[in-house]
């Protein structure tokens, strides 16, 4: 009897090789036995195969311990153990490309033969680079070293169904496979590692090592977060997933802490943010988006905030202005270790969120704590000191760098005939006075014209005040309205009325009554912006007179360009830096005077960003290091994560499976009744809807899918 | 070899088969599948239960149904088993023998058919390819014969012989035809004669079903006889009956062991006979029925037998060993030991049972069953 063992790992065809030798032999009217010791499996283990070959009917069974040949598959595996036993003129024939002296000395007595079979089986294109298929080649040898013709192999591979490159590999095998009869002590191949036979049960393995397979031979899960298209959307670049997870953890202390890594200002956000994050959940298809803004304006309320810390040992470092871009910009310069001194015309700090926004959405209280926060990390404040171009250049003179965050100030004027002091006012302005003293507008007819925020903030401020009759006039619709839809909403509910598709014309007197005339409109092609574009309806008939007794212009601002000398003027999207009057500080811009998109979350994020490029500027690159790490990067979850980049592909929909939740709706939010909301200043919206014994903030913030994060489930590789 | 099972089946115009896989019975799912049956069907279910279900179910319709399975999937399938025998089906099922979990364990052990000993089955246990082609074909014609009509299960070591491939004899179709005619299942469902199957049934009736059962068993031996002269006819060749005996004549020792641990055996005895020690071998290849009468009859002169059990049931030990043990009732002249080996796949060498004959030969009086190990 003739007895083979092959020396394979799981996966790579040594039972197939078996196989065929024992095919080769049965062509030859021999009894033959082939058969696998298996064992995990999986791809990768060390298995056996044998071959028995026999004149008379083979009766043995089980696995062969003295062999007269033994096929090393894998080159891993060489040691003296796989050919035990005194078998003289046995073969070890090994897939390698190293010369068969290489391996005499852990053979002796044995003939040893070597043959590069990856390589042949690479050539021929059997498996991959990485997994190449050797049984083949490893057939063409062996029949070569057993004394065959290459007939024989050309047999056994097509009765067991194989030719072309199959049979082209034997042939290139057969040719090349090199052999020694006179074993010498050369150098030592590496032997594989042995291992101790140990207990399934043994507690420091947890199991046998034959089970660690298939990762352990060729594959390594790969995992990779994706993206979040909540992250993704946020314009103050705020790691929505991660504060909401954490909130849905119960760690409100670290939710918050995630927060205020990218702004300072999650109380306000938490409620006058549009909230691109919402639009774009993945959960809003299946019941209702996350509501990420009420748990961002809970976390503001309920967790502990840091105590601020204060780095220092940086530059000093002025800001102009001292709106959401301006602070926001302070704050991250402070947390890098700058000293910063916020310079602001007003004699309050705020900017458009204390002059802009009206209190019933935004209470000053809210307002004052985040301001506050800000100024603990050290930052010095100087108010009332409006800066010009002569102020900028002195104050580029006095400090290392200089952020302008002015926003825009240069508010539009309506271009229409009539119009008269007294009667007209930008609604910017009409907001900011009327914080400071309440102006009774009893029985008034108020009329706005915009669509914007400012527009339904005015028109909301003026049923507060008492006016009769509130009209919004707008020369497109309500759908392509920018105001924050909720908002809108809230007007309706409160009584404003909305004048759809009119566009003013003039102001007329008549009977010592005020009228803004306006022209019907229809909507065309969109415009660059996106939207329909408006087009007047000729003719007088198509002239509407819309009575008013005031008259609020909202129709939008522009930066200030005056602080610049020419030819410097700052276009959007403008960040700077840029030097003036050849001050050696250079000069940043940020917020909605460097293009912004006009709401509070994109004045933070270019905030942030501009205080990241100073900090860069001014320390370099280890700077940047560490702005990279205060900016963006957290350390990396625990678990298998091998990348994160931040260009990860995004989490959308499909990525999902939305039957695999239970449809939960959103958390109730409370919000206080129409009627009793017209009467003063108090906040609308509330937060969540408090009922004894239920936690809204985990509950609302346990629907986040935590779309992208990585579970480690190893699925994806199986 | 399982392909070889599955072509046993196929040759036997198997018309029907529900089936599930688990290693190591894949193949014989696997080449059944890929077979183009011109009339039957292959049903591939949710689990072995359905398996079993599906053929009990072609089985009353008259067909000839076959299934396979292994260790666990055996216990899952086990309520339909008895069904199938209480049912009076003659369905075949293959088990390729493999080690019940947990632990996990993909190895040869017998535990898993013998834990269906008390169905009403008849049991088969082969030691080679050869012996498991012609044994699924007798057993069909066995199970069918209408003095038995019971299920039977063909037993192969799981990978020993199920993943082996060797040289086998298969027969052609036309010599199957003619041993194996088509089913004639005399309680089949008939359109003209609609009946109800396993209703409820008062105590005595149910008493004697299973006494009619106990009959069926009682007439297999005789029933057997007439098939492996009719198999030696058409084929030319004559499959072992239920107790194969070598070298029992005149023997002292024998071993009775089963499946390719009777090879391995074999080879022992052949040894020792050559120095002249009077040694012999009996194979238990039928289990159930269990034919205590031939089994002393092979046992031949022998005063101290070695029963092998790759199967253990905890609290009595082997499960051959106590039916040999019952076998010789009131013979205190024999001394029967029982060794436990091989559980779990153990390799069971020529070295561990040329031990174990040295150490029953040496042994005064019988003890406890013997977990046996290579090295002692």
């Known amino acids: 009897m003739i007895e083979f063992v092959i020396h394979g790992r799981g996966g790579r065809g040594g039972v197939t090789l078996a196989k065929l030798i024992a095919g080769a032999y049965y062509r030859r009217g021999l009894h033959v036995q082939a058969f696998g010791i298996y064992g995990a499996e999986r791809t990768g283990a060390p298995v056996q195969a044998y071959v028995r070959v026999d004149e008379r009917e083979i009766d043995v069974y089980g696995a062969i311990a003295t062999p007269d040949h033994v096929i090393i598959v894998d080159p891993s595996l060489v040691s003296p153990a796989v050919a035990a036993g005194e078998r003289s003129g046995g073969w070890i024939v090994i897939n390698t490309g190293q010369p068969p002296e290489t391996f005499a000395g852990v053979f002796p007595g044995r003939r040893v033969a070597t043959v590069d079979a990856n390589a042949i089986a690479v050539a021929h294109g059997l498996g991959t680079q990485a997994v190449p298929i050797v049984n083949t080649a490893l057939l063409g040898a062996m029949a070569r070293v057993l004394g065959m013709e290459i007939a024989a192999a050309e047999g056994a591979l097509g009765d067991a169904g194989f030719g072309g490159a199959n049979v082209a590999a034997a042939r290139a095998a057969f040719a090349e496979v090199v052999t020694t009869e006179e074993p010498g002590e050369i150098a030592q191949p590496v032997l594989a590692e042995q291992h101790a036979s140990m207990s399934f049960l043994d507690e420091r393995v947890g199991a046998r090592p034959s089970t660690h397979t298939g990762a352990w031979a060729s594959r390594l899960p790969h995992s990779r977060e994706l993206r979040p298209l909540c992250n993704d959307s946020c314009p103050a670049g705020n790691d929505v997933r991660g504060f909401v997870q954490a909130a849905a953890a119960g760690d409100d202390g670290r939710a918050l802490a995630i927060l205020l890594e990218t702004s300072p200002f999650p109380g306000t956000c938490g409620r006058v943010c549009p909230a691109p994050c919402m639009d774009a959940c993945n959960r809003r298809e299946l019941d209702g988006a996350v509501d990420v803004r009420d748990i961002e304006r809970a976390l503001a309320e309920c967790a502990a905030w840091p105590r601020p810390q204060r780095p220092s040992g940086g530059a000093p470092v002025a800001v102009v202005g001292a709106g959401p871009a301006g602070l926001s910009g302070a704050y991250h310069l402070a947390r890098l270790g700058h000293p910063v001194t916020v310079i602001e015309a007003a004699p309050e700090l705020g900017g458009l969120l204390r002059g802009g926004i009206p209190e019933y959405r935004l209470p000053r209280v809210v307002l004052e704590r985040e301001i506050e926060f800000i100024l603990d990390h050290g930052v010095e404040v100087r108010t009332g000191q409006p800066v010009d171009r002569a102020g900028l250049r002195r104050v580029a003179r006095e400090y290392s760098a200089v952020l302008v965050a002015t926003g825009q100030q240069s508010l539009r004027a309506l271009d229409v005939p009539g119009a008269m002091a007294g009667v007209v006012e930008q609604g910017l302005e009409f907001l900011a006075h009327t914080h400071a003293a309440a102006e009774d507008l009893s029985g008034a007819a108020v009329v706005i014209v915009g669509g914007g925020n400012t527009a339904v903030d005015a028109a909301r401020t003026a049923v507060r005040l008492g006016a009769r009759d509130v009209r919004v006039v707008y020369r497109r619709t309500r759908a392509e309205m920018p105001a924050i839809a909720e908002e809108v909403d809230e007007a309706l509910a409160e009584g404003v009325v909305i004048e759809e598709l009119l566009s003013p014309a003039g102001l007329c007197v008549r009977d010592g009554r005020t009228s803004l005339v306006c022209r019907r409109m229809v909507l065309g092609e969109p415009d660059e912006s996106g939207r329909p574009c408006p087009t007047g309806v000729d003719g007088d008939e198509a002239l509407v007179e819309v009575s008013c007794d005031r008259l609020l212009l909202a129709v939008g601002q522009d930066g200030d360009l005056s602080l610049f000398p020419p030819p410097v003027a700052p276009v959007a999207p403008f960040r700077g830096p840029m030097s003036v009057g050849g001050a050696s500080a250079a000069v940043y811009v940020c917020g909605d005077l460097a293009g912004g998109e006009g709401t509070v979350s994109a004045a933070i994020g270019s905030g942030r960003h501009a205080a990241l490029a100073i900090h860069a500027a001014l320390a370099g690159a280890e700077g940047d290091r560490e702005a990279g790490s205060l900016a963006a990067e957290r350390p990396r979850p625990a678990g298998p994560i091998a990348e994160r980049p931040e260009d990860a592909p995004l989490a959308g929909p499909e990525t999902v499976h939305l039957r695999a939740f239970p449809r939960i709706p959103p958390e109730p939010v409370s919000l206080a009744a129409p009627r009793l909301r017209r009467r003063d200043f108090a906040e609308v919206r509330r937060g969540f809807a408090q009922r004894s014994g239920h936690d809204p903030l985990t509950a609302e913030a346990s629907r986040c899918f935590s779309c992208g994060a990585c579970t480690g489930c190893d699925l994806c590789v199986i | ?376």
């Open chain 2, 1 to 376: 070899m399982l392909a070889a099972a599955g072509e046993a089946n196929r040759v036997a115009r198997g018309c029907c088969s529900g089936v599930y896989p688990i290693t190591p019975q894949t193949e014989i799912m696997e080449s059944l599948t890929a077979y183009p049956f011109t009339k039957g069907a292959v049903v591939t279910v949710e689990s072995e239960h359905s398996a079993m279900g599906v053929c009990i179910g072609a089985s009353i319709a008259g067909a000839r149904a076959y299934t396979a399975s292994a260790a666990n999937g055996l216990l899952y399938m086990t309520e339909n088993v008895f069904a199938a025998g209480y049912y009076r089906l003659p369905i075949v099922l293959v088990a390729a023998n493999r080690t019940i979990g947990p632990p996990w364990n993909i190895w040869v052990d017998q535990g898993d058919s013998l834990a269906l000993r008390d169905a009403a089955m008849l049991q088969f246990y082969c030691e080679s390819h050869q012996d498991l082609v012609d044994t699924i074909l007798v057993a069909f014609r066995v199970a069918e014969d209408p003095r038995v009509l019971l299920p039977a299960l063909v037993a192969q070591d799981g990978f020993v012989l199920s993943h082996a491939l060797m040289d086998v004899d298969l027969p052609d179709q036309t010599q199957v035809d003619a041993f194996l005619p088509p089913l004639d299942l005399p309680h089949r469902i008939r359109r003209d004669h609609p009946r109800i199957y396993g209703g409820l049934t008062w105590p005595r009736d149910t008493q004697r079903q299973r006494e009619d059962i106990e009959h069926a068993m009682q007439a297999v031996p005789h029933v057997m006889e007439g098939v492996l002269d009719e198999f030696e006819t058409v084929f030319g060749r004559r499959p072992a009956g239920a107790f194969p005996a070598a070298c029992t004549d005149d023997a002292d020792l024998v071993i009775v062991a089963c499946n390719t641990m009777a090879r391995t055996a074999m080879h022992v005895v052949e040894a020792r006979r050559a120095r002249g020690e009077r040694v012999g071998l009996v194979r238990a290849k039928l289990f159930r029925p269990f034919l205590r009468d031939e089994l002393v009859r092979a046992l031949g002169s022998a005063r101290r037998v070695a029963v092998l059990d790759r199967n253990h049931s905890p609290g009595s030990g082997g499960i051959f060993w106590a039916e040999v043990v019952a076998s010789l009732a009131g013979r205190s002249d024999v001394l029967v030991q029982d060794y436990i080996v091989g559980l779990g796949g153990t390799d069971v060498p020529h070295a561990v049972i040329d031990a174990i004959v040295d150490d029953l030969a040496a042994r005064e009086c019988a003890g406890p069953p013997v977990f046996f190990e290579e090295g002692g």
